[in-house]
């Protein structure tokens, strides 16, 4: 009887969890399509508080009269449906972009993972960047998921030779889904170019990757899979999770080597369920 109670509650749970993927994925696509129109804002508080991130900054540059910079056309282009990717051009300006890495420059520190027996930070080879998290953003313009779902945003810096190996967002274990749930998505905005390598890989992407207009352009590393070249000011969505609430091992990236120049970047993780910094 117990065991039948257990079984109805885990159903139960998952058919939650399975309606509010579905929702987010419908979400998701109407914020394609508000991107693609052109018809994009963002909430304006009412406090005096100093900028300590990229909401805030918007809102008093916007009072002060300095604007945001010249911003191009905005729009969306679908990169992949396993896993379900998107690149947003033009997410950011350029002023933007010098905001958030001059705001996480002073705090830089060699990048860490994740232990999954322990939940606590350790070094690894496969993550050789540095960053700086610089707290959490006071909007959820990126998917439509409450803001209490995402984690700090962090920035992150590679230097020629740096890279961060394939790797999935969501976990594997218990311990590391008790505070929010599963990792379901992560948006990553590229804040500088790169002049070369530094790609977002995913190699284990389904369909032709060959086929992205920019593949000539791609380092050797980022011709082993589904890659995107760094761009200034553009933003890339992909989900870990799919809308049946299953893991996505299609959803497997990286970070490839730096050749030449430099790789300036943020990162936000989005959880299941409100994460508790």
């Known amino acids: 009887m117990l065991k039948l109670r257990h079984s109805r509650l885990q159903a139960k749970k998952l058919s939650t969890v399975t309606l509010v993927l579905s929702m987010l994925f419908m979400l998701t696509v109407v914020l394609l399509m508000l991107l693609g129109l052109g018809i994009f804002s963002l909430p304006i508080n009412s406090d005096d508080s100093p900028p300590t991130d990229l909401t805030s900054y918007r809102r008093m540059a916007s009072e002060r009269g300095k ?4 911003r191009g056309q905005q729009w969306t282009e679908i990169l992949s449906w396993e896993p379900r990717a998107f690149i947003y051009h033009n997410f950011l300006s350029k002023e933007e972009c010098d905001y958030l890495i001059n705001l996480a420059k002073p705090h830089m520190a060699k990048s860490t993972v994740v232990d999954s027996k322990t939940g606590k930070s ?3 080879r496969v993550r050789t960047s540095s960053d700086s998290s610089v707290g959490r953003t006071k909007s959820g313009v990126f998917t439509f998921i409450p803001v209490e779902h995402g984690e700090g945003l962090q920035v992150l810096y590679y230097e020629a030779g740096q890279k961060y190996d394939a790797h999935f967002d969501y976990f594997l274990d218990e ?3 008790k505070n929010g749930g599963q990792r379901m998505a992560t948006v990553l905005m590229y804040l500088s170019d790169v002049e070369e390598g530094g790609e977002t890989i995913f190699p284990a992407a389904k369909g032709n990757v060959s086929a992205v207009p920019w593949w000539n ?3 050797d590393c ?4 589904l890659a995107v070249k760094p761009k200034m000011v553009d933003a890339l969505l992909f ?4 809308p049946d609430a299953t893991l996505d091992p299609s959803s497997l990236h990286g970070g490839c080597p730096v050749i030449s120049g430099n790789k300036w970047s943020s990162k936000k993780w989005i959880h299941v369920e409100e994460y508790k910094v």
Do not use: H, I, P
């Open 122 to 124: 350790k070094d690894s």
């Open 175 to 177: 311990f590391n889904t």
């Open 222 to 225: 980022g011709k082993q899979g």
């Open 67 to 70: 604007g945001l910079g010249k």
């Open 239 to 242: 989900w870990s999770m799919r």
């Open 217 to 219: 352009e791609l380092s």
